[in-house]
């Protein structure tokens, strides 16, 4: 249908539309217009990503000059895939529609590992090794000596695009990964490069989170998009912490061994080299003499996205004189290697921040603040002038540099902690510097910076004010959208009580308690005799399950859940797990029903959903607080409350919650989808807890349903489940959560929808 | 007709059934106890008839036998040889146990196939219920030609049934019972093993390998449960242990279901992640250290539970599923494996494709794209449920007719006089209107009731049974012609008439009940 948002003509490539999504695609208007950064929780399973590719693609296609690009920023592959797929259907709508073929271009782009068609290179099974088999066959300067020396082999892909791949742009259109693959593959061109090429002009692209920021590799692929782009973070509610994994360092013994056997290699390297082709290393130094001017410039007119690890400063000077030299640059590694170890050799807990790491530093082994701010930018010219053949073997040495860079660049935000030993195993010396990034706005400032619009966007943001607060921004709009129904077709039910009137806890007091675990259990034995098909049980942690697993067996109660449906658990092995899924959902598809159990904040509770009858009931056994006796942690949440005063707790509970949500809301996947959702655990009804979960969970959940006990949660359910599978059409939905051109054109369906944008 | 050449396969002397004392015969096909000193048989089982035999437990004074019919009938014999009560009856249960299954199989088939047909078809089942139940054929003639046409007529539905698949928990059924001397009692029924078997081939295995010539039946599954592989925290299985090899299988199948990797994309937990972290970077997750030297006891042995659980459920379910193709299909996967990924990569788009579309698809939001139907608008719905009516040679009235007759009436009623002498009294007029008013006596013809309004629904169903019943026996009453053999004209001349006969009186009080009841 075509639809009249205020004004822009944007087509939807279906017959019906929830009301939800015009008033999203309202909001998202009304950001773009502003060119302001916004935030929007809308439920998921309601449409979100079409409503936003549909909306912004009729922006783009009717003020071209306003909104060059859209980069959609999803956080898995599969994720990356079904945007495209959707886009697809957007493209293929709009052609039928106005007849005339479609001039876009849209593509994914995914790490080597996903787009290589190298026959050799993509039978590798972890990305890093592809990574670097590919620089293996594609850096500059192998195949420069190929010119001399004919069988040095190559990347016939990547020659092949090199020699004519960018004299003609890529033709228009939508290219997921296997449609660049196949495309490179009638070509002969390589996918990746080519994709990373095409992003430059292309008008949708759609990748990870990690290339917009992640600082080592922003720089690498993003660096040079437009200004006028529209930046969107999907499934964003932990946008934060991918910040800050981009810019911590964690460094051990191993680390610094490893680093020691680079900086060997170079310095022999150097000699070699010096023997041979000293002109080589004079041109460098003439390089560095002459700064990082050229970096500068770009920057400057706004070529550029800024780079955190390469702060401005920095690159209107020139390489200080005591590292530029090849010689005295890994003269100066060594030392700061030999410090580092030194450091690494405590017997107790140090805690440093940053400047005064810096004073230790200059006191001990006379090294100043601004070679190591350099660190980082010399090591990778060293690199490319050494010609080394195989990045990744280097990726102990870069990640040293990176630290001293950052370490020496930011005197906030950032805390050093040296641990001797793991807190379980103190008897075991395994010493560990945590250098780590406490704050996430710095890793995606210059995103916010750079680009004109950015929207953060996902199924459960709420409370929805503390993101423009720990991520330092400021948005136009906030917006949290319920789901409208025309049945309520989610049922969530707070468990306080087992049937012996026992309060149901994971707190840490109560962890080992037989009475908790057991009542537990019985819950779960209950709901697998009424729930039908699959059944999703999350713990607050792997260990955790671990126990609570072994007690039930030990009290006979997973035989009897054996009766009902068979069990299949998570496990620490990626591999494994990934086998354990799927045969729970053949157990789901072909009627035995299964139950999974799994770990909140584990790659499951992440990235899997479990839509109909993969998952009728989702089980949420305590409230999955992060393991706050870490240091890192504390030290995070002291930085937050002095930087912006946000409280330990409401920050705690902000986390847990949103990972509550994120597991409970992994069974609903649409209206026509249903799913009961409980909360087991007694402090869920508490308001600070309940009102920290996302409206539209929020809103049902009323206060009968507060403190149940294990009856009565399984009376409750039975009912729900019992009226729920009913027969759903489509017509019982039509006018109230599905609306037809006509009804969402009315005057009183506009005054409704007005109402389901809940501004903050 | 076999009784003459029957094998007799043991005879056991001085067994009472009924307090009478006599003699047991096994044979090849059926089981029989004579009174001793008679010359036939008072009791005779077919083995196919027989569902179970029970034995008296050991310590009990009367050591019996009780065979249980299917019909729910049983009979008891009770061994009383002094000497070697014990040893004959344990010769005679071994016997039958070899025997039973050979012709419960068989017998099974034809029950359930015949159960089966029974619980499908209600109206066979009434019918069966009016003819076989109240005698008036008997079963054997009833199914005589009905499973006959069922087999030849599609022979794959019987064959082509669903596997039975395995009860998740039949490990948990096998509960031990303290037997109150500080021992453990473990029930094993023939399901059980026959479930242990099917999940791990290992087990199975291991005790073709040994049952007959290393250890009996009873010892295996006494070293069974005795072992840690039954246990499911096995860490320490000791070497002497004839399991241990079983749980390496057991892990080794479990590593080569998890190399083999998952063909749908999207539940791939491994490729989830576009660009992982490098090492050293990231927020440091507390991992458990995998190594396995910090590890407790009690931690291993936790996540060898949570293990031996995945692959348990992972076998019952491939055990219940495809129970057939398991091998074969096995061989393909891994060969398409280990060979280069090359071409598991060109198989592999068409499945991501279409879990992708599956995914993205938001089918409310579309028009439901099912071929349009027109909606029916009928002016006269009966005539559409009676169907055309048959054109009969009508007297057409034209509209002058109708003019004319309006005109006469009209003028009749202008010289209409009332005839005061002539009234009737009011009492009969009265009557003459309820008459003629709707639901009287003489409008009964306007408001035509169907027969099936009534007729109570009972009555009707009564009625459709004795129509189906009496159909049915028709159908056996033709079947007889020609008359070519002794025995169809027995059954023609006999029991077929005497039973149309029943079926005729049945009407008969169907049809005195119908009017007792209008009445």
């Given at each position: 249908?075509?639809?009249?948002?205020?004004?822009?003509?944007?087509?939807?490539?279906?017959?019906?539309?929830?009301?939800?999504?015009?008033?999203?695609?309202?909001?998202?208007?009304?950001?773009?217009?502003?060119?302001?950064?916004?935030?929007?929780?809308?439920?998921?399973?309601?449409?979100k990503?079409?409503?936003?590719?549909s909306?912004?693609?009729?922006?783009?296609?009717?003020?071209?000059?306003?909104?060059?690009?859209?980069?959609?920023?999803?956080?898995?592959?599969?994720?990356?895939?079904?945007?495209?797929?959707?886009?697809?259907?957007?493209?293929?709508?709009?052609?039928?529609?106005?007849?005339?073929?479609?001039?876009?271009?849209?593509?994914?782009?995914?790490?080597?590992?996903?787009?290589?068609?190298?026959?050799?290179?993509?039978?590798?099974?972890?990305?890093?090794?592809?990574?670097?088999?590919?620089?293996?066959?594609?850096?500059?300067?192998?195949?420069a000596?190929?010119?001399?020396?004919?069988?040095?082999?190559?990347?016939?892909?990547?020659?092949?695009?090199?020699?004519v791949?960018?004299?003609?742009?890529?033709?228009?259109?939508?290219?997921?990964?296997?449609?660049?693959?196949?495309?490179?593959?009638?070509?002969?061109?390589?996918?990746?490069?080519?994709?990373?090429?095409?992003?430059?002009?292309?008008?949708?692209?759609?990748?990870?989170?990690?290339?917009?920021?992640?600082?080592?590799?922003?720089?690498?692929?993003?660096?040079?998009?437009?200004?006028?782009?529209?930046?969107v973070?999907?499934?964003?509610?932990?946008?934060?912490?991918?910040?800050?994994?981009?810019?911590s360092?964690?460094?051990?013994?191993?680390?610094?061994?490893?680093?020691?056997?680079?900086?060997?290699?170079?310095?022999?390297?150097?000699?070699?080299?010096?023997?041979?082709?000293?002109?080589?290393?004079?041109?460098?130094?003439?390089?560095?003499?002459?700064?990082?001017?050229?970096?500068?410039?770009?920057?400057?007119?706004?070529?550029?996205?800024?780079?955190?690890?390469?702060?401005?400063?920095?690159?209107?000077?020139?390489?200080?004189?005591?590292?530029?030299?090849?010689e005295?640059?890994?003269?100066?590694?060594?030392?700061?290697?030999?410090?580092?170890?030194?450091?690494?050799?405590?017997?107790?807990?140090?805690?440093?921040?940053?400047?005064?790491?810096?004073?230790?530093?200059?006191?001990?082994?006379?090294?100043?603040?601004?070679?190591?701010?350099?660190?980082?930018?010399?090591?990778?010219?060293?690199?490319?002038?050494?010609?080394?053949?195989?990045?990744?073997?280097?990726?102990?040495?870069?990640?040293?540099?990176?630290?001293?860079?950052?370490?020496?660049?930011?005197?906030?935000?950032?805390?050093?902690?040296?641990?001797?030993?793991?807190?379980?195993?103190?008897?075991?010396?395994?010493?560990?510097?945590?250098?780590?990034?406490?704050?996430?706005?710095?890793?995606?400032?210059?995103?916010?910076?750079?680009?004109?619009?950015?929207?953060?966007?996902?199924?459960?943001?709420?409370?929805?004010?503390?993101?423009?607060?720990?991520?330092?921004?400021?948005?136009?709009?906030?917006?949290?959208?319920?789901?409208?129904?025309?049945?309520?077709?989610?049922?969530?039910?707070?468990?306080?009580?087992?049937?012996?009137?026992?309060?149901?806890?994971?707190?840490?007091?109560?962890?080992?308690?037989?009475?908790?675990?057991?009542?537990?259990?019985?819950?779960?034995?209950e709901?697998?005799?009424?729930?039908p098909?699959g059944?999703?049980?999350?713990?607050?942690?792997?260990?955790?399950?671990?126990?609570?697993?072994?007690?039930?067996?030990?009290?006979?109660?997973?035989?009897?859940?054996?009766?009902?449906?068979?069990?299949?658990?998570?496990?620490?092995?990626?591999?494994?797990?990934?086998?354990?899924?799927?045969?729970?959902?053949?157990?789901?598809?072909?009627?035995?029903?299964?139950?999974?159990?799994?770990v909140?904040?584990?790659?499951?509770?992440?990235?899997?959903?479990f839509?109909?009858?993969?998952g009728?009931?989702?089980?949420?056994?305590?409230v999955?607080?992060?393991?706050?006796?870490?240091?890192?942690?504390?030290?995070?949440?002291?930085?937050?409350?002095?930087?912006?005063?946000?409280?330990?707790?409401?920050?705690?509970?902000?986390?847990?919650?949103?990972?509550?949500?994120?597991?409970?809301?992994?069974?609903?996947?649409?209206?026509?989808?249903?799913?009961?959702?409980?909360?087991?655990d007694?402090?869920?009804?508490?308001?600070?807890?309940?009102?920290?979960?996302?409206?539209?969970?929020?809103?049902?959940?009323?206060?009968?349903?507060?403190?149940?006990?294990?009856?009565?949660?399984?009376?409750?359910?039975?009912?729900?489940?019992?009226?729920?599978?009913?027969?759903?059409?489509?017509?019982?939905?039509?006018?109230?959560?599905?609306?037809?051109?006509?009804?969402?054109?009315?005057?009183?369906?506009?005054?409704?929808?007005?109402?389901?944008?809940?501004?903050? | 007709?076999?009784?003459?050449?029957?094998?007799?396969?043991?005879v056991?002397?001085?067994?009472?059934?009924?307090?009478?004392?006599?003699?047991?015969?096994?044979?090849?096909?059926?089981?029989?106890?004579?009174?001793?000193?008679?010359?036939?048989?008072?009791?005779?089982h077919?083995?196919?008839?027989?569902?179970?035999?029970?034995?008296?437990?050991?310590?009990?004074?009367?050591?019996?036998?009780?065979?249980?019919?299917?019909?729910?009938?049983?009979?008891?014999f009770?061994?009383?040889?002094?000497?070697?009560?014990?040893?004959?009856r344990?010769?005679a249960?071994?016997?039958?146990?070899?025997?039973?299954?050979?012709f419960?199989?068989?017998?099974?088939?034809?029950?359930?196939?015949?159960?089966?047909?029974?619980?499908?078809?209600?109206?066979?089942f009434?019918?069966?219920?009016?003819?076989?139940?109240?005698?008036?054929?008997?079963?054997?003639?009833?199914?005589?030609?009905?499973?006959?046409?069922?087999?030849?007529?599609?022979?794959?539905?019987?064959?082509?049934?669903?596997?039975?698949?395995?009860?998740?928990?039949?490990?948990?059924?096998?509960?031990?019972?303290?037997?109150?001397?500080?021992?453990?009692?473990?029930?094993?029924?023939?399901?059980?093993?026959?479930?242990?078997?099917?999940?791990?081939?290992?087990?199975?295995?291991?005790?073709?390998?040994?049952?007959?010539?290393?250890?009996?039946?009873?010892?295996?599954?006494?070293?069974?449960?005795?072992?840690?592989?039954?246990?499911r925290?096995r860490?320490n299985?000791?070497?002497?242990?004839?399991?241990?090899?079983?749980?390496?299988?057991?892990?080794?199948?479990?590593?080569?279901?998890?190399?083999?990797?998952?063909?749908?994309?999207?539940?791939?937990?491994?490729?989830?992640?576009?660009?992982?972290?490098?090492?050293?970077?990231?927020?440091?997750?507390?991992?458990?250290?995998?190594?396995?030297?910090?590890?407790?006891?009690?931690?291993?042995?936790?996540?060898?539970i949570?293990k031996?659980?995945?692959?348990?459920?992972?076998?019952?379910?491939?055990?219940?599923?495809?129970?057939?193709?398991?091998?074969?299909?096995?061989?393909?996967?891994?060969?398409s494996?280990?060979?280069n990924?090359?071409?598991?990569?060109?198989?592999?788009?068409?499945?991501?494709?279409?879990?992708?579309?599956?995914?993205?698809?938001?089918?409310?939001?579309?028009?439901?794209?099912?071929?349009?139907?027109?909606?029916?608008?009928?002016?006269?719905?009966?005539?559409?449920?009676?169907?055309?009516?048959?054109?009969?040679?009508?007297?057409?009235?034209?509209s002058?007719?109708?003019?004319?007759?309006?005109?006469?009436?009209?003028?009749?009623?202008?010289?209409?006089?009332p005839?005061?002498?002539?009234?009737?009294?009011?009492?009969?007029?009265?009557?003459?209107?309820?008459?003629?008013?709707?639901?009287?006596?003489?409008?009964?013809?306007?408001?035509?009731?169907?027969?099936?309004?009534?007729?109570?629904?009972?009555?009707?169903?009564?009625?459709?049974?004795?129509?189906?019943?009496?159909?049915?026996?028709?159908?056996?009453?033709?079947?007889?012609?020609?008359?070519?053999?002794?025995?169809?004209?027995e059954?023609?001349?006999g029991?077929?008439?005497?039973?149309?006969?029943?079926?005729?009186?049945?009407?008969?009080?169907?049809?005195?009940?119908?009017?007792?009841?209008?009445?």
């Open positions: 249908m075509k639809l009249n948002i205020e004004g822009l003509l944007v087509y939807f490539p279906y017959d019906y539309i929830y009301p939800e999504q015009y008033s999203y695609m309202l909001e998202l208007k009304r950001t773009l217009d502003a060119k302001g950064h916004g935030v929007l929780e809308m439920p998921s399973g309601t449409g990503t079409i409503s936003l590719l909306l912004i693609v009729a922006y783009q296609k009717a003020f071209p000059l306003e909104v060059t690009k859209l980069i959609y920023c999803s956080r898995t592959v599969p994720e990356i895939e079904k945007v495209v797929e959707e886009l697809r259907k957007l493209m293929e709508f709009y052609s039928k529609q106005t007849g005339e073929s479609n001039n876009f271009l849209a593509l994914a782009l995914s790490s080597r590992k996903n787009l290589c068609i190298h026959p050799e290179v993509s039978a590798l099974r972890f990305g890093k090794e592809v990574d670097g088999k590919c620089h293996s066959l594609t850096a500059s300067y192998i195949r000596q190929r010119h001399s020396t004919p069988d040095v082999p190559v990347c016939r892909f990547y020659e092949e695009f090199d020699a791949g960018r004299q003609v742009p890529l033709p228009a259109g939508i290219y997921n990964l296997d449609d660049l693959k196949d495309f490179g593959r009638r070509k002969g061109w390589c996918p990746y490069y080519l994709a990373r090429y095409s992003i430059l002009h292309a008008n949708i692209v759609v990748y990870s989170y990690h290339y917009l920021l992640d600082p080592k590799i922003a720089d690498l692929v993003s660096k040079e998009l437009a200004k006028n782009s529209v930046v973070f999907d499934e964003a509610h932990n946008i934060d912490n991918v910040c800050i994994d981009s810019m360092v964690n460094i051990t013994r191993r680390t610094l061994d490893r680093c020691h056997t680079n900086v060997d290699t170079l310095q022999n390297t150097i000699q070699k080299i010096k023997e041979t082709d000293a002109a080589k290393l004079k041109m460098e130094y003439r390089r560095l003499v002459e700064g990082l001017k050229e970096a500068n410039v770009a920057r400057e007119t706004d070529v550029y996205l800024a780079n955190p690890v390469l702060p401005d400063e920095i690159l209107k000077e020139a390489v200080p004189g005591n590292i530029r030299t090849a005295h640059f890994v003269g100066f590694l060594k030392r700061f290697l030999e410090y580092l170890k030194s450091r690494l050799r405590v017997q107790h807990v140090v805690q440093e921040s940053a400047p005064q790491f810096l004073k230790d530093i200059f006191d001990k082994v006379c090294i100043d603040r601004k070679p190591l701010r350099f660190c980082a930018e010399r090591l990778q010219s060293l690199l490319r002038t050494l010609e080394i053949a195989d990045i990744a073997d280097f990726s102990a040495v870069t990640l040293i540099s990176n630290f001293a860079t950052l370490v020496s660049t930011y005197s906030q935000g950032f805390t050093i902690i040296i641990e001797p030993f793991e807190d379980r195993t103190p008897t075991i010396a395994n010493p560990v510097l945590h250098f780590s990034c406490m704050d996430p706005s710095i890793a995606i400032k210059p995103v916010f910076q750079r680009f004109q619009s950015v929207i953060i966007t996902s199924g459960t943001l709420s409370p929805l004010d503390i993101y423009p607060r720990i991520l330092d921004f400021r948005p136009v709009t906030m917006a949290s959208f319920t789901m409208t129904l025309a049945r309520t077709c989610l049922c969530p039910l707070i468990v306080g009580r087992g049937n012996d009137q026992v309060a149901l806890s994971s707190k840490f007091e109560t962890r080992e308690d037989f009475a908790v675990i057991r009542n537990y259990g019985n819950l779960l034995l709901m697998s005799a009424i729930v098909d059944i999703v049980a999350f713990f607050t942690s792997y260990v955790y399950m671990e126990n609570i697993v072994a007690s039930w067996y030990e009290q006979g109660i997973l035989e009897n859940i054996q009766r009902n449906k068979l069990i299949f658990i998570e496990t620490p092995d990626a591999a494994e797990t990934s086998m354990a899924l799927e045969k729970y959902q053949e157990a789901c598809e072909n009627g035995r029903g299964a139950i999974l159990l799994s909140a904040r584990g790659k499951v509770s992440e990235g899997i959903d839509v109909h009858h993969f009728r009931a989702v089980i949420m056994f305590g999955p607080y992060v393991y706050t006796q870490s240091r890192i942690l504390k030290a995070r949440l002291e930085y937050l409350r002095d930087q912006f005063q946000i409280r330990e707790n409401d920050f705690l509970t902000f986390d847990a919650m949103r990972h509550a949500a994120q597991c409970v809301g992994r069974a609903i996947r649409g209206k026509t989808d249903y799913g009961l959702m409980i909360f087991a007694k402090r869920y009804a508490r308001a600070d807890k309940r009102g920290k979960l996302p409206r539209w969970i929020q809103e049902h959940i009323n206060d009968g349903s507060l403190n149940l006990t294990v009856d009565e949660a399984v009376q409750l359910s039975k009912h729900f489940l019992r009226q729920m599978a009913q027969p759903f059409r489509q017509e019982d939905q039509l006018g109230l959560s599905l609306l037809t051109l006509e009804q969402l054109e009315s005057e009183e369906m506009l005054q409704k929808i007005a109402k389901i944008a809940h501004q903050t | 007709m076999s009784s003459l050449s029957e094998e007799v396969l043991l056991v002397k001085k067994v009472r059934q009924r307090k009478q004392d006599g003699t047991l015969y096994l044979m090849a096909e059926r089981i029989a106890w004579g009174p001793e000193g008679k010359d036939r048989f008072t009791v005779s077919l083995y196919a008839d027989i569902r179970c035999q029970k034995i008296s437990p050991d310590g009990k004074a009367k050591i019996q036998l009780q065979l249980v019919l299917h019909t729910g009938e049983s009979t008891t009770h061994f009383s040889n002094e000497s070697s009560a014990l040893k004959d344990d010769a249960k071994e016997l039958l146990q070899q025997l039973l299954p050979k419960k199989k068989k017998a099974n088939k034809e029950l359930e196939e015949k159960n089966r047909m029974l619980q499908e078809d209600p109206v066979l009434q019918l069966y219920k009016d003819l076989v139940v109240s005698q008036v054929i008997s079963a054997d003639e009833f199914w005589a030609n009905r499973l006959g046409d069922i087999n030849n007529a599609d022979p794959t539905s019987s064959n082509n049934k669903q596997e039975v698949g395995i009860s998740g928990a039949f490990l948990a059924d096998i509960r031990p019972q303290t037997d109150g001397c500080n021992g453990l009692r473990y029930n094993l029924t023939a399901d059980i093993i026959e479930s242990i078997f099917r999940t791990y081939p290992a087990v199975k295995e291991k005790y073709s390998e040994n049952v007959p010539h290393n250890l009996t039946e009873k010892e295996f599954w006494t070293r069974f449960f005795q072992s840690h592989y039954f246990h925290d860490i299985t000791g070497t002497q242990d004839i399991f241990s090899e079983c749980a390496k299988q057991d892990e080794k199948g479990l590593k080569s279901m998890v190399v083999q990797g998952v063909k749908n994309p999207l539940v791939d937990l491994l490729s989830l992640e576009d660009k992982t972290l490098d090492e050293g970077y990231g927020f440091c997750k507390t991992f458990p250290s995998t190594s396995n030297s910090n590890r407790t006891v009690k931690e291993s042995s936790n996540s060898a949570i031996r659980f995945n692959h348990h459920s992972a076998m019952v379910l491939a055990a219940g599923s495809r129970k057939g193709e398991t091998p074969a299909d096995h061989a393909s996967e891994t060969s494996t280990d060979g990924s090359r071409d598991s990569d060109f198989f592999q788009p068409p499945v991501k494709k279409v879990k992708l579309q599956e995914v993205i698809e938001y089918e409310d939001l579309q028009r439901e794209n099912r071929p349009k139907t027109v909606a029916l608008n009928l002016k006269k719905s009966d005539r559409y449920a009676h169907g055309p009516v048959p054109l009969q040679s009508q007297h057409y009235t034209t002058q007719d109708i003019i004319n007759s309006v005109n006469y009436i009209r003028h009749e009623m202008l010289n209409y006089k005839n005061l002498t002539q009234v009737l009294s009011s009492t009969t007029a009265s009557s003459a209107i309820a008459a003629l008013s709707p639901g009287g006596v003489l409008m009964q013809a306007a408001t035509q009731q169907a027969i099936n309004q009534m007729v109570p629904t009972e009555v009707q169903g009564e009625l459709k049974h004795l129509y189906a019943a009496a159909g049915e026996l028709l159908r056996h009453f033709w079947s007889c012609f020609p008359v070519n053999t002794p025995f169809l004209e059954k023609l001349t029991h077929l008439e005497e039973m149309l006969q029943t079926a005729y009186r049945k009407f008969h009080i169907w049809q005195t009940r119908r009017m007792l009841r209008k009445t």
